[in-house]
């Protein structure tokens, strides 16, 4: 049972233009919610990330929004690069009181790709 | 400061054979863990450590056993390989001093095939 879910395998963005990535999740304990970019040929590397409390997180370029009551949430990037092509994973996160150890689980990535 | 690194990087073994993916990471970080990544899966978690000598099971522990004898190492075996087992393999480290949510950092992964 996949309990976060990227449904979209692929999106083909201008360059300029707004990337939207989506992802939803089924498990209410999760409160807190990371995306991580990976390129070819190399491990995943975060780039932003939210907790439960808020609804909204801005880093440069990129924005994640969170919807609490649709178990959703999305990553935009204004303006896309070419630089920015490649393959996005959404993970999410049970705090738990801490005993969750960091422990992520991730959907299935979405590959992006922003032409010049 | 490399970070997370794995060796090997490729690898190809025959049904049943064993093998060590070994994950060093230089950055003191308490926390370490074995992921897997498969077309349409995303990454799943295999085993994971919160310290030395510790480990524990993730979402898909058949077939693998962990060690981690030293801080700064993690080992993933494969006693006798499956064909399912052909996957790229990621390790990652955090820590959990001073910031409850820090970020996992990721090796470069091996790609293991079983034939």
């Known amino acids: 049972d996949q309990q976060v879910k990227q449904n979209s395998p692929s999106l083909s963005v201008q360059e300029g233009r707004i990337s939207i990535l989506n992802c939803d999740y089924t498990n209410s304990m999760f409160d807190y919610f990371l995306w991580y970019k990976k390129y070819p040929a190399e491990g995943p590397t975060f780039l932003i990330s939210i907790s439960s409390i808020k609804d909204k997180n801005e880093d440069g370029r990129f924005t994640v929004f969170l919807n609490k009551s649709a178990k959703h949430l999305s990553l935009h990037i204004v303006p896309s690069q070419p630089g920015d092509s490649a393959v996005y994973f959404c993970?999410?996160?049970?705090?738990?009181?801490?005993?969750?150890?960091?422990?992520?689980?991730f959907g299935q990535g979405t590959i992006l790709t922003v032409h010049p | 400061n490399a970070g997370v690194t794995q060796t090997p990087k490729f690898r190809v073994l025959k049904t049943g054979q064993s093998m060590t993916l070994l994950c060093a990471q230089d950055?003191?970080?308490?926390?370490m863990y074995w992921y897997r990544q498969d077309p349409g899966m995303g990454l799943r978690l295999i085993h994971y450590?919160?310290?030395?000598?510790?480990?524990a099971k993730g979402e898909v522990p058949d077939g693998y056993n962990v060690s981690r004898l030293k801080k700064q190492n993690f080992l993933l075996g494969l006693e006798s390989a499956a064909p399912s087992q052909t996957s790229v393999y990621f390790c990652?480290?955090?820590?959990?001093?001073?910031?409850?949510?820090?970020?996992?950092?990721f090796g470069n992964g091996t790609r293991l095939t079983v034939t």
């Open positions: 450590s919160v310290g030395e000598g510790t480990t």
């Open positions: 990652a480290s955090r820590t959990y001093r001073g910031k409850r949510n820090s970020p996992l950092h």
């Open positions: 993970a999410a996160s049970p705090n738990a009181g801490g005993t969750s150890y960091g422990k992520l689980t």
């Open positions: 950055m003191n970080h308490e926390y």
